[in-house]
C-alpha cells in the first residue's frame, strides 16, 4: 500500500500506481458530471509550496483538494520567508506546526521534497523537484494511455524533446517500464541524459526510428530557463530536425495518440495542427490530471486517516 | 432459503394507486413534485406520476435524485461513491417535494436525500412515500405515506422487484441465510 508520501514513481510499486489509476476513474466520473462536491477530505488542510513557477499542477492540485472538501492554501517561493533566508526544512516546520496534512512541494533541486519529506510530519507529494521527477504528471499519463489502450502491454511510447531537463520524462520512463510499456527516446544528443538506456529507456538514433510504429507520441518542451547556451544552435533548428509535425506522426501507429504535459511551445516541439488534431490528448489530459491527483490525496489521507486512530 | 410474497404485481399496482390518491388528498390537490430515490425510488416516483396523470389529468413534476455524494458513510468507509449528478428541470424552491423510496429501514437514505434536495434549493415542505416500511430506524425520519408496514428483523431481507428492472413486480421477505 502506498506510504505516507509520494516522492517518486522510481520508489513506486507497480500496485501503487495501479490503485491510484483505479481510483481516479470514480473521480473522473464524478468530475465530468460536475460534481465537484465530496466530503473526504473535509477538516484537512492542502498546502501548496511552490519555489518554481506553474500554472496546471499547481492549480490542479488546489482544485482536486477543494473538489474533496479540503481547505488549501499556496505558498510561493518568491513571495515567502523563503526570501529572507529561511531554510526548506524550518519552511516545513513551520508548516507542520500549523498542522497541515498534505504538502505538495516543487522545488528546482531534485531530492527537495525526500528532505522535506524526512522532517514532517504532513504527507508530501513531489509536484516536480529539479530535473529529477514529476510522478503525478506521469501518473495522469498513465492515466491518459490506460484510457486509450486499455493496458500497458506492448504499448510503444515515443518521448521526443529536451529529456535531459525533463522531470517528466523521468518519472515516465519509470513507472512505464514497471507497467510493461516500451519507453523510446530521442532528443539532440546534448539534450539525451547518460544512462537511460541503463534505466531501460531505448534511444532511438533517428527521429523516424523513434516514431515508427509508436502508439503514443509524447512532447516534452524545450527548457530554455535550465540551459546556459550551447546545447543547440536554434529553436528554428530543433524544430525542423527534432519537432513532430504531421508529416512526421505519419509514422506513427494510425492509431496513435500524442500527448505533452504542457506548457507547450507551439512550433517547436510540435507544431500547431498537431497539437489540434483530433487524436492529440493535452486537454484531455488535464482533466486526468485533476482526476488522478483527487485520487492521491484520497488515498493518502485515507492512509492517514488508519494511521491517526492508531495513535 | 424460501421467500415469502408479500405483495404480488396486482397488489403493488393497487398499492400505488392508493398512494397517488392520499398524496392528491394530503396536498389538497395536485401541486407538488416527485422525486424517487435513485434507482427503484425513481422507478416508484415515475409510476406515482402516471397514476395522479390517470385520475386527475395533472402531469405532475418528477425525476430521479441520486444520494451518492451524500451518503453518511463516505468519509468512515472511506470510499469514491457512484454518483450522478442531479439536475432535475424543475425547481424544488417553495414547492411541495414528495420524495420516494422502495424500502424505508433506518432512515439514512431519507436523510442523504433531504441533503440533497436542500442542494436543489429550499423546498416548503418535503413529504416522505415509501412502498413498504420494515421498521429498524436509526435517523428520526416518519414516512406520511406508506404503502405496506411489514415489520422485520435484521436477519430478514426485502426483497423489491419492478418490472423495469426484473421484469416483473413483486415484493417479498427473505431470510438470510444461516451463518457458517
Known amino acids: 500500500m502506498l506510504g505516507k508520501d509520494l516522492l517518486g514513481l522510481y520508489d513506486a510499486s507497480v500496485e501503487d500506481i495501479q490503485l491510484i489509476l483505479d481510483t481516479a476513474v470514480g473521480m473522473k466520473k464524478l468530475l465530468t458530471q460536475n460534481l465537484k462536491k465530496l466530503p473526504h477530505l473535509q477538516g484537512r488542510t492542502v498546502t501548496t509550496l511552490f519555489y518554481e513557477n506553474s500554472t496546471r499542477t499547481r492549480c490542479s492540485f488546489e482544485l482536486a483538494a477543494k473538489y474533496l472538501g479540503a481547505g488549501t492554501v499556496n505558498i510561493s517561493a518568491s513571495s515567502s520567508s523563503v526570501q529572507k533566508g529561511e531554510t526548506l526544512i524550518d519552511t516545513g516546520y513551520t508548516l507542520d506546526a500549523m498542522k497541515n496534512d498534505v504538502i505538495v512541494i516543487r522545488h528546482p533541486m531534485g531530492g527537495a521534497p525526500h528532505l522535506l519529506a524526512r522532517h514532517v510530519k504532513a504527507s508530501v507529494v513531489n509536484g516536480g523537484d529539479g530535473m529529477n521527477e514529476h510522478p503525478t504528471q506521469a501518473l495522469l499519463d498513465f492515466y491518459t494511455m490506460r484510457e486509450k489502450f486499455g493496458s500497458f502491454k506492448g504499448l510503444k511510447v515515443a518521448i521526443l524533446g529536451d529529456i535531459k531537463h525533463s522531470r517528466v520524462a523521468k518519472s515516465n520512463l519509470f513507472g512505464l517500464t514497471k507497467l510493461g510499456a516500451e519507453v523510446v527516446m530521442y532528443s539532440p544528443a546534448t539534450l539525451m541524459p547518460q544512462g537511460v538506456e541503463r534505466m531501460g529507456a531505448k534511444v532511438a538514433r533517428s527521429r523516424e526510428e523513434a516514431l515508427a510504429g509508436a502508439n503514443v507520441v509524447m512532447g516534452l518542451r524545450i527548457q530554455l530557463e535550465r540551459m546556459h547556451g550551447g546545447l543547440f544552435p536554434s529553436l528554428a533548428e530543433y524544430a525542423k530536425y527534432y519537432g513532430v509535425g504531421e508529416e512526421q506522426l505519419k509514422l506513427a501507429d494510425k492509431d496513435c495518440i500524442v500527448m505533452h504535459p504542457g506548457p507547450v511551445n507551439r512550433g517547436v516541439e510540435l507544431t500547431s495542427d498537431v497539437i489540434d488534431a483530433d487524436n492529440s490528448e493535452i486537454t484531455e489530459q488535464v482533466l486526468n490530471g485533476v482526476a488522478v491527483r483527487m485520487a492521491l490525496l484520497f488515498l493518502l489521507v485515507k492512509n492517514r486517516q488508519g494511521g491517526e486512530k492508531n495513535e | ?180
Not at chain 2, 424517487?36 to 395533472?58: C, D, H, M, S, T
Not at chain 2, 405532475?60 to 468507509?77: A, T, W
Not at chain 2, 416548503?124 to 430506524?137: E, K, N, S, W, Y
Open chain 2, 1 to 180: 432459503m424460501s421467500e415469502h410474497i408479500v405483495l404480488d404485481e396486482a397488489a403493488i399496482a393497487r398499492t400505488l394507486t392508493r398512494l397517488s390518491h392520499e398524496i392528491v388528498e394530503k396536498t389538497k390537490g395536485t401541486d407538488f413534485c416527485l422525486l424517487g430515490i435513485r434507482r427503484r425510488g425513481e422507478l416508484i416516483a415515475r409510476r406515482v406520476q402516471g397514476l395522479v396523470q390517470k385520475f386527475y389529468g395533472v402531469c405532475v413534476p418528477c425525476d430521479g435524485i441520486d444520494i451518492g455524494i451524500y451518503r453518511d458513510d463516505l468519509v468512515s468507509g472511506f470510499f469514491v461513491p457512484d454518483a450522478k449528478l442531479n439536475a432535475p428541470a424543475f425547481s424544488v424552491e417553495g414547492k411541495t417535494v414528495v420524495l420516494c423510496d422502495d424500502v424505508l429501514h433506518t432512515g439514512r437514505s431519507v436523510r442523504a436525500a433531504i441533503e440533497a434536495i436542500f442542494d436543489l434549493g429550499r423546498p416548503a415542505r418535503i413529504m416522505l412515500l415509501v412502498l413498504c416500511d420494515r421498521g429498524g430506524r436509526e435517523m428520526p425520519v416518519s414516512p406520511d405515506f406508506v404503502g405496506k408496514n411489514i415489520p422485520t428483523s435484521r436477519q430478514e431481507f426485502i426483497d423489491v422487484r419492478l418490472r423495469e428492472i426484473e421484469g416483473e413486480d413483486g415484493l417479498g421477505i427473505t431470510a438470510a441465510p444461516e451463518k457458517r
